[in-house]
């Protein structure tokens, strides 16, 4: 895995306890050479800290996203909800707020890995709305034959609503199912990954089911 954090002593912390669990770990103080570092060398996660100097944890995982889908973890000491979003809508996969406990934050980054080591899809092909999803390669095709790629979170999202096409999902069991753990964390999580997709992929219709959840419009 990558840290992307600027404070020497958290990082020699998190170091020794992810090593101590069989984890490799690298480290890098600024969102700038935590770029550079994956553009040279692939990782299987980012543990990336919003609070850096020079740019920041929002921006630099914006940057991120423009060559690498890697799930990406984000530590904050912010607590304002504006900020978990816009963490979530440059590319996060999910957030934890310090201080956190140790044994959190593993179950979290194990969860984040199994999701993206084994994903939800099966290698077929779902149709919703004349919009091809594609488990094997993950991707979307429109009716004009045009491409779309999420994210992989935002896939396995989609991909979980077209298997249950027409059934109102609630937000707990989203975040249970999609993102491999029972409600560490706020269901704001499911609500801003949604609305990527609608952005994204503006012909699929999910709908808002009041006071429960989503469902995937048949």
Same mark, same amino acid.
């Given at each position: 895995m990558?840290?992307?954090?600027?404070? $020497? @002593?958290? =990082?020699?912390?998190? #170091?020794?306890?992810?090593? #101590?669990?069989?984890?490799?770990?690298?480290? =890098?103080?600024?969102?700038?050479?935590?770029?550079? #570092?994956?553009?040279?060398?692939?990782? @299987?996660?980012?543990?990336?800290?919003?609070?850096?100097?020079?740019?920041?944890?929002?921006?630099?995982?914006r940057r991120m996203r423009e060559f690498t889908q890697v799930p990406v973890l984000m530590?904050? =000491?912010?607590?304002?909800?504006?900020?978990?979003?816009?963490?979530?809508?440059?590319?996060?996969? $999910?957030?934890?707020?310090?201080?956190?406990?140790? #044994?959190?934050l593993m179950a979290r980054v194990k969860a984040v890995l199994r999701r993206s080591e084994e994903p939800l899809q099966k290698p077929r092909i779902l149709e919703v709305a004349e919009y091809e999803i594609d488990g094997g390669k993950r991707t979307v095709t429109t009716p004009s034959g045009g491409k779309v790629v999420p994210t992989a979170r935002e896939f396995d999202l989609l991909w979980f609503l077209a298997e249950h096409q027409g059934i109102a999902l609630s937000r707990s069991r989203i975040l249970e199912t999609v993102w491999g753990y029972e409600y560490f964390g706020e269901t704001r999580t499911v609500d801003v990954h949604i609305r990527q997709l609608r952005k994204k992929i503006e012909g699929i219709p999910i709908e808002t089911v009041w006071g429960v959840g989503y469902r995937l419009g048949e």
């Open positions: 990558l840290l992307v954090e600027d404070d $020497d @002593s958290i =990082a020699d912390m998190l #170091r020794g306890f992810f090593e #101590r669990d069989g984890f490799r770990f690298l480290h =890098a103080l600024t969102g700038e050479e935590a770029i550079e #570092r994956l553009r040279i060398r692939p990782v @299987s996660l980012v543990l990336l800290d919003l609070n850096l100097s020079g740019i920041d944890g929002v921006e630099t995982c530590l904050t =000491a912010r607590d304002s909800e504006i900020d978990k979003v816009l963490g979530l809508e440059m590319g996060g996969d $999910d957030y934890i707020t310090k201080p956190f406990s140790p #044994r959190e």
